[in-house]
């Protein structure tokens, strides 16, 4: 079997998987896009914050360039087109549920800033994190209508009286 072939079930995969979760096409790419700019916003900083001579920021730096790597290797697969092992890295990650994208990239962004707290490392992750908070925003899924909504509430109401009206009779 060849790579090509291997590749095709796997780029079916993540389309069913982000059906499954509700996530319309505008947010999906929404989510892709803060992916893309949290990537270069991490590198630039990461590579803004390693000149200097204390360790705790250069390590801060470092970490913010690799999370800038990590993110366009899930998001962004076509900019690490040299790396052989980047589709399937970006098929495995298209196959995480929205949730555990957003507890990775929040997990990820929040990290360099307890390394170092500057405004870099603040600057630098707030598109990355921000990314994360967009994948958990699509894991809570879609708001309802206002009817159905009325009628939950009706439904409650009801259940309540019947619960009150049980326990009055039930004390006389």
Same mark, same amino acid.
């Given at each position: 079997m060849s790579s090509q072939d291997e590749q095709l079930p796997a780029a079916a995969a993540p389309e069913a998987a982000a059906a499954d979760?509700?996530? *319309?096409?505008?947010?999906r790419w929404l989510c892709r896009i803060a992916g893309v700019i949290g990537g270069m916003s991490c590198a630039f900083a990461g590579l803004w914050n390693c !000149? *200097?001579?204390n360790p705790l920021n250069i390590a801060a730096g470092v970490w913010m360039m690799l999370n800038a790597f990590v993110l366009f290797l899930c998001?962004?697969?076509f900019c690490c087109q040299f790396i052989e092992f980047a589709n399937a890295v970006s098929s495995r990650a298209?196959?995480?549920?929205?949730w555990q994208k957003a507890a990775f990239y929040c997990g990820m962004a929040v990290f360099? !800033?307890?390394?170092?707290?500057?405004? *870099?490392t603040l600057f630098g992750n707030?598109?990355?994190?921000? *990314?994360g908070v967009l994948y958990?925003?699509?894991?809570l899924g879609k708001k309802g209508d206002a009817i159905s909504y009325a009628r939950i509430q009706q439904q409650q109401k009801q259940m309540d009286e019947e619960k009150l009206t049980g326990s009055l009779e039930g004390q006389a």
């Open positions: 979760e509700g996530m *319309t096409w505008w947010y !000149v *200097t001579i998001e962004a697969p298209d196959r995480l549920r929205a360099p !800033v307890m390394l170092s707290l500057t405004l *870099t707030a598109i990355a994190f921000a *990314t958990g925003l699509s894991a």
